[in-house]
Structures are given as structure tokens and as C-alpha cells.
């Protein structure tokens, strides 16, 4: 069974720094192209960064360039994504997925590899306030 597992949300104050990690069975995410995705109280899910499989680019919408990272810990089957300089506006239920959509500059990035191998973990909260 394929399964998702994120972990690692919690209360940050404003400044403050966060590590999600997004954990996979019976699935190989170093195959796939991984998003992270959060979803806002009354906002639409928005994703917000992709690990590639292009030389290991990652992508990033410009509300998180330069404050969060994503990379892969390929020996433990882990994704992860520091957040760094936290922001209340960063309050969300945070999700990752075996799938990338999001908009990075002038340029909306996709990968779906179809229904069955799109796999997404239940979320973790964060909330920043002070």
C-alpha cells in the first residue's frame, strides 16, 4: 500500500523555522517528481514548491523563494522542506504529493503522472503567530 506520512508542523513564531518531512511506503520518491502544496484556512491549495527530476532542480513560487528549501534524503525514501523566516501568511495545512503544479515567476510548472501513481500524504499544520 503506498502510502504519504508528513510530519513536523507545529507553532512557530514570526522569524522562526520549521523542517516538514514527508516520508513514503511502498514507493520510490526519488522515481517522482515531489510537491509540496498548503492550503490556507478559506484559500484554495496552492503548490508551492517541486522537486524535479531535471538535474535536480527545484521550483519555487515566489511567496517562498529564498525562505524555504526542499531536497531529498534518497537513503531514507524522505522528502523535506525548511522553512525558514517564517510568516503568519505561511499559516496552512501543509501537504506533499507525487505530483508538481505551481507557478514559479512568469512560468506555471506541471507534472501529473495520472490518477493511479498520484499519491498525497493527509498534511500537517503549521501556524505562525507570535
Known amino acids: 500500500q503506498v502510502q504519504l506520512a508528513e510530519s513536523g508542523g507545529d507553532l512557530a513564531q514570526p522569524g522562526g523555522s520549521l523542517r516538514l518531512s514527508c516520508a513514503a511506503s511502498g514507493l520510490i520518491l526519488d522515481d517522482y517528481e515531489v510537491g509540496w502544496f498548503r492550503q490556507a484556512p478559506g484559500k484554495e491549495r496552492e503548490g508551492i514548491s517541486c522537486l524535479t527530476d531535471t538535474d535536480d532542480q527545484v521550483r519555487y513560487t515566489d511567496s517562498v523563494k529564498g525562505r524555504f528549501t526542499a531536497f531529498r534524503q534518497n537513503s531514507v525514501n524522505v522528502v523535506y522542506l525548511q522553512m525558514n523566516d517564517l510568516q503568519p501568511e505561511d499559516t496552512a495545512v501543509y501537504y506533499c504529493?507525487?505530483?508538481?503544479?505551481?507557478?514559479?515567476?512568469?512560468?506555471?510548472?506541471?507534472?501529473?503522472?495520472?490518477?493511479?501513481?498520484?499519491?498525497w500524504g493527509k498534511g500537517t499544520q503549521v501556524t505562525v503567530s507570535a
Open positions: 504529493a507525487t505530483r508538481c503544479d505551481l507557478q514559479d515567476g512568469d512560468t506555471y510548472y506541471s507534472r501529473f503522472y495520472g490518477e493511479e501513481m498520484t499519491h
